[in-house]
């Protein structure tokens, strides 16, 4: 694909915000050994260190599953599960330390090549390793002694933060010791969880090794609120879906519910997947919000710019009459937008006539992005529940273009004698706006 320069532009100012966004932001990012033994695997680490460039606290935690059962393997010693976590007796034991080593090792000098392909290239980034992570032994479950298989016990805050704040990327495995000297054998998701809610992270990232979470009709699920994730997983459960799946939409909900504000669910597959869910608007992936993607809300003068923005071109086009910043600011109060991820995508202007219970819908707009996903409803819906608060038993619109949309929603024909007497003497000829009246119960 050839970019012109507008292009470049366009992308790069649209990604701006982001930048300055994650700054000082600590990500937790979560890769399975199954991603550290592709080919591609070095792309991502060079994003990872371009994230670090970028001012982001990272922190990475990468599994070993596939290295530990080959060299089980070749031991010819069989890999022993239950209920999808290994039982780690001795030999496996020192299979787990000798793969975590060599993953460590390749990603360190991976990450010692600075942004690849760039004036950082040869940049040198610091990697921070050690005994962050404090375990204790699962024990039996079921009756099945788990061995040397552990769980998080405790993360040593402290010594990552001052890892982070001087820059370092503090890399994490899938190992865990005890204050007696012993070793544990952790999962790696579980270890990422847990270091993202001893953090208070910014995001908990899982790239993982299936595509993220879809609809009935095969489409990307971008975002699910927390009350829909938690839905998601119980559905899946019942249907029983691939066990990883299943791990990691649960680490996303146990991490929001701890405090995390959001998790990503990812695949390793796309090149370059990090960044574009990172940078851009509506990412590649599956976010789960602890707090609200998209929000309804009044406005405040600080979202001038951005409902100036999205009505200039209703404006250009005579479907909105223009209105000047002055005058926007003026009437800021009457305002309701959506925000999504810091974007206005929709605004609504409700302006009250309390002497004759009515209420006028104006400046109705939504981002020609967005006109999916019943977002005219829910701005409508929250203008009519403003309206009621304040009085208003009907709410009239004056449009030229969208006449059925709300009489499909409830409004009525009308004519200009209906309105009130002040807004009959604003009306504009020239546009010749049909009148549409909608009775509140």
Excluded at 271 to 283: A, I, K, N, S, Y
Excluded at 325 to 342: K, S, T
Excluded at 420 to 429: C, E, F, G, K
Aim: with cysteine; aromatic share 6%; hydrophobic share 45%.
């Amino acid at each position: 694909m050839s970019w012109s320069d507008a292009d470049f532009v366009s992308w790069f100012r649209s990604s701006a915000p982001y930048i300055n966004a994650h700054r000082n932001k600590v990500f937790v990012i979560s890769v399975g050994g199954e991603a550290v033994a592709d080919a591609g695997f070095a792309h991502l680490v060079h994003d990872l260190a371009l994230l670090n460039s970028l001012g982001v606290r990272v922190v990475l935690v990468a599994g070993a599953r596939p290295q530990i059962d080959a060299r089980l393997e070749a031991r010819g010693v069989t890999a022993r599960y239950h209920d999808g976590l290994r039982i780690t007796d001795d030999p496996a034991l020192e299979c787990v330390k000798e793969a975590a080593g060599t993953v460590r090792v390749e990603i360190e000098a991976l990450l010692s090549m600075g942004v690849a392909n760039s004036p950082m290239a040869g940049f040198r980034i610091h990697v921070a390793s050690g005994n962050y992570v404090t375990a204790r032994p699962v024990g039996v479950r079921d009756g099945v002694d788990f061995l040397h298989t552990g769980q998080v016990r405790r993360v040593d805050v402290d010594a990552l933060q001052e890892r982070l704040a001087a820059g370092s990327i503090c890399l994490l495995g899938p190992l865990g010791y005890s204050p007696t000297g012993e070793v544990f054998n952790l999962a790696a998701e579980e270890v990422a969880l847990a270091v993202a809610r001893a953090l208070r992270a910014e995001k908990l990232i899982y790239v993982g090794e299936d595509e993220p979470p879809s609809n009935a009709d095969g489409q990307l699920i971008r975002e699910l609120d927390l009350h829909q994730a938690i839905g998601l997983l119980h559905q899946w459960r019942e249907q029983q879906v691939a066990e990883e799946r299943l791990r990691l939409l649960d680490g996303a909900v146990r991490a929001c519910q701890a405090g995390v504000r959001r998790a990503h669910l990812l695949s390793r597959r796309l090149d370059g997947g990090l960044l574009l869910e990172l940078f851009t608007r509506d990412g590649v992936g599956t976010l789960v919000a602890g707090d609200p993607f998209e929000t309804v809300r009044r406005a405040t003068v600080e979202d001038v710019g951005g409902i100036l923005e999205l009505i200039e071109p209703l404006e250009r086009d005579g479907i909105l009459v223009r209105r000047s910043r002055e005058a926007l600011e003026m009437a800021i109060e009457e305002f309701i937008v959506i925000e999504r991820d810091g974007m206005v995508i929709a605004s609504a202007a409700l302006s009250v006539h309390a002497d004759d219970s009515m209420g006028e819908l104006a400046c109705f707009a939504i981002h020609t992005d967005y006109r999916s996903g019943g977002r005219g409803d829910r701005l409508l819906r929250h203008a009519e529940r403003e309206a009621r608060r304040h009085g208003v038993t009907r709410l009239f619109v004056l449009t030229t273009q969208t006449a059925h949309w709300f009489q499909e929603r409830g409004f009525e024909p009308a004519t200009l004698e209906d309105l009130p007497m002040q807004r009959q003497a604003l009306y504009n000829l020239k546009r010749n706006s049909r009148v549409f009246i909608k009775r509140l119960a």
